[in-house]
């Protein structure tokens, strides 16, 4: 799930090396925490954060079909 978001993030941004991604995984529970360069914020988040929520919601489903949840952060 790692390499996923990173992938997703890595295409919507402009400076995809400082892309990074931290998974942390405890009981079935996987939190990922997305970083990317402050220029691109607004790229990962959209409008009204609308690309926010997809990136979770497809995140999501990949994780039910793998028998897990995740949350996706997106951190400062």
Same mark, same amino acid.
């Given at each position: *799930? =790692?390499?996923?978001?990173?992938?997703? &993030? !890595?295409?919507?941004?402009?400076?995809?090396? &400082?892309?990074?991604? !931290?998974?942390?995984?405890?009981?079935?529970?996987?939190?990922?925490?997305?970083?990317?360069?402050? $220029?691109?914020?607004?790229?990962?988040?959209?409008?009204?954060?609308? /690309? &926010? =929520?997809?990136?979770?919601?497809? *995140?999501?489903s990949v994780a039910q079909r !793998?028998?897990?949840?995740? $949350?996706?952060? /997106? *951190?400062?």
């Open positions: *799930m =790692k390499d996923l978001l990173t992938y997703i &993030a !890595q295409n919507l941004v402009e400076h995809p090396q &400082a892309v990074d991604v !931290q998974e942390t995984e405890t009981d079935g529970n996987v939190v990922l925490e997305l970083r990317v360069d402050p $220029s691109d914020m607004g790229k990962v988040i959209g409008r009204q954060g609308r /690309i &926010a =929520k997809e990136i979770r919601t497809l *995140m999501r !793998q028998g897990k949840k995740v $949350s996706v952060e /997106i *951190m400062d």
